[in-house]
């Protein structure tokens, strides 16, 4: 046993005698080797297309989910590095009613919102849109639907409630005769 510990104790510190001893050759880098050599116009990213302007629809029944959901596009959205725009729509009122059967009698009616939530994604590279919607479209909550197109001025202007009162007075102030000197 005690051979042993001599021949383990003399082996690690003939060992890191000789590392001790052994000279560290180092090497040096000029200046020229810091720099890459690459011809002039050499580009080297792929342009990828972007798309100017999507916009992700939200409808739904249930006001907390679809808001969440929209809460989640919007996050995914800005995880991806996406700039987004994100407005509600008012809700439309549906009035639905069930009829009894082989006749024409109401049974029941109910009545229903629609909420509308809308996502537009500003400037979504091309690479980066399958992968944005693979995601959304794989964690769509029960009762939520989502449409995706490409954004107008139509889509632009419903998002503006209009202004009945100033309507009603720029129409009163075209109906009054003008006065001509």
């Known amino acids: 046993m005690d051979l042993l510990r001599r021949t383990l104790l003399s082996?690690?510190?003939?060992?890191?005698?000789k590392c001790m001893n052994q000279t560290i050759?180092?090497?040096?880098?000029?200046?020229?080797?810091l720099y890459k050599w690459e011809p002039d116009g050499l580009v080297t990213e792929?342009?990828?297309?972007?798309?100017?302007?999507?916009?992700v629809k939200l409808q739904g029944y249930d006001y907390t989910i679809l808001e969440t959901y929209a809460k989640y596009v919007?996050?995914?959205?800005?995880i991806m590095r996406v700039e987004t725009n994100m407005w509600p729509l008012p809700a439309q009122k549906l009035e639905m009613q069930t009829?009894?059967?082989?006749?024409?009698?109401?049974?029941?009616?109910?009545?229903?919102?629609?909420?509308?939530?809308?996502?537009?994604?500003q400037n979504i590279d091309s690479t980066k849109l399958p992968i944005f919607l693979d995601n959304?479209?794989?964690?769509?909550?029960?009762?939520?639907?989502?449409?995706v197109a490409e954004s107008t001025d139509e889509e632009q202007e419903a998002r503006y409630v209009p202004d009945h009162a100033k309507q009603q007075l720029i129409d009163a102030?075209?109906?009054?005769?003008?006065?001509?000197?």
């Open 46 to 55: 792929p342009d990828i297309p972007p798309y100017p302007g999507v916009l």
């Open 173 to 181: 102030l075209g109906e009054l005769p003008s006065k001509k000197k």
């Open 11 to 17: 082996a690690v510190s003939f060992s890191r005698l």
């Open 25 to 33: 050759r180092r090497f040096s880098i000029t200046r020229l080797g």
């Open 99 to 121: 009829l009894q059967a082989n006749s024409t009698k109401i049974q029941s009616t109910c009545n229903l919102n629609v909420y509308q939530r809308v996502v537009e994604l």
């Open 74 to 78: 919007n996050r995914i959205a800005g």
């Open 136 to 147: 959304i479209w794989s964690h769509i909550p029960e009762g939520v639907k989502v449409t």
